[in-house]
């Protein structure tokens, strides 16, 4: 009896220890979020009408006017959100307009090793927050409408919101001083600065945007912060109405010239850099646009942000090895944690196994 209480206070200061250098997730210790508000994430849909886009039914008004729908007879229907980094979901809520039908069939999907997993299927979606059996991380989630009781008209949706735990990402414009200019604009009302007022413009009205002048194919627009940033990630939105970037670059000032960060083809979401960069301006330039379309591009909003906390780099003379030292391990996290509890438990195990058969001997 002795050797097993021994080792049960073994396990008590091993667990204590592990709780101490912070080997417990993110979703154990955070606080649970609506993951459809952070900064960068991307809306889309299998189909939409044009004055009901994917985004409206994440942007936190529930109303007739703000809503995402699906054009007449339309099959496979699906509403999704893509984020920027892999977020840990552990619920949803979704507020269904039911004016012309409901769905009967749905799904909740999360994007898993590459491939669509339903972890939620139901036959009436009701304005309730559901918790899923256990969290999901992903980097895309998705209602899918199996079936709808109007197929005429199909599914349309007020709100949806996913909850969860992630870093959130600073977006640099919100946090800091800065100007916007432009290669051209047309007029007052589409300066370069609608593209950065926090207002994400669609259709019908499309006025809170950035919008060169006819011809002007190389457009660019350019903002100037009022000291140093750090940018690790962007997010652009494109109105496509009259035209459509078909190539586009990102570039940094450093050192007293331009450094391109990104080249991209089209525009489709948020993009992460390679590596953190320190500027005091940003320049998105336009490279070409799609043939037989107006010929000049508009963009609703353009967004930058500044790195997570895992993305920032720690500070040296931390946990960092100077010279001829070694560098001190990090502490375990994610699956590790239950490789080491496993180990205690197998340890336990053992001990109480040898006490018994020596006990047995006695």
């Not at 005429?152 to 977006?171: D, K, N, P, Q, S």
């Not at 330039?285 to 993305?311: D, H, K, M, V």
Request: charged share 20%.
């Amino acid at each position: 009896m002795k050797i097993m209480k021994k080792f049960i206070s073994i396990l008590i200061a091993t667990v204590m220890l592990l709780l101490s250098v912070g080997i417990v997730s993110a979703a154990e210790t955070g606080e649970e979020i609506n993951l459809t508000r952070l900064n960068g994430n991307y809306f889309t849909a299998g189909s939409a009408d044009p004055a009901y886009d994917a985004s409206k039914a994440f942007d936190g008004v529930s109303s007739l006017d703000s809503r995402w729908a699906t054009p007449a007879n339309t099959d496979d229907e699906w509403l999704q959100v893509t984020f920027i980094d892999k977020v840990t979901v552990t619920a949803f809520q979704i507020d269904e307009c039911k004016d012309w039908g409901s769905a009967l069939d749905f799904e909740i999907q999360a994007l898993i090793d590459g491939a669509w997993a339903t972890v939620y299927e139901g036959t009436e979606i009701i304005n309730e927050k559901i918790t899923l059996s256990e969290p999901v991380d992903t980097t895309d989630i998705r209602l899918f409408v199996n079936a709808h009781s109007n197929g005429v008209f199909g599914t349309t949706i007020y709100e949806m919101v996913v909850f969860g735990y992630a870093e959130e990402r600073t977006l640099l414009t919100k946090e800091h001083n800065f100007t916007a200019t432009a290669s051209t604009f047309e007029g007052e009302p589409y300066a370069a600065s609608a593209a950065f007022d926090g207002v994400v413009g669609s259709l019908p009205n499309c006025e809170s945007r950035w919008a060169a002048v006819a011809n002007d194919v190389n457009s660019w627009v350019e903002v100037t912060f009022d000291q140093e940033v750090s940018l690790s990630s962007f997010n652009i939105i494109e109105c496509t109405v009259w035209a459509n970037v078909e190539s586009y670059n990102i570039q940094v000032f450093q050192n007293g010239e331009y450094v391109t960060v990104h080249t991209g083809e089209k525009i489709n979401g948020a993009v992460k850099l390679d590596q953190v960069y320190t500027t005091t301006k940003i320049k998105f330039n336009c490279l070409s646009i799609a043939e037989g379309r107006y010929p000049a591009i508009t963009l609703y909003e353009i967004q930058y942000f500044g790195p997570t906390q895992s993305e920032i780099t720690p500070p040296a003379g931390g946990d960092q090895p100077g010279e001829n030292e070694n560098p001190i391990p990090n502490p375990p996290t994610g699956d590790m944690n239950y490789v080491i509890l496993v180990l205690v438990a197998v340890a336990v195990v053992t001990a109480y196994g040898v006490s018994k058969k020596r006990m047995t001997n006695i």
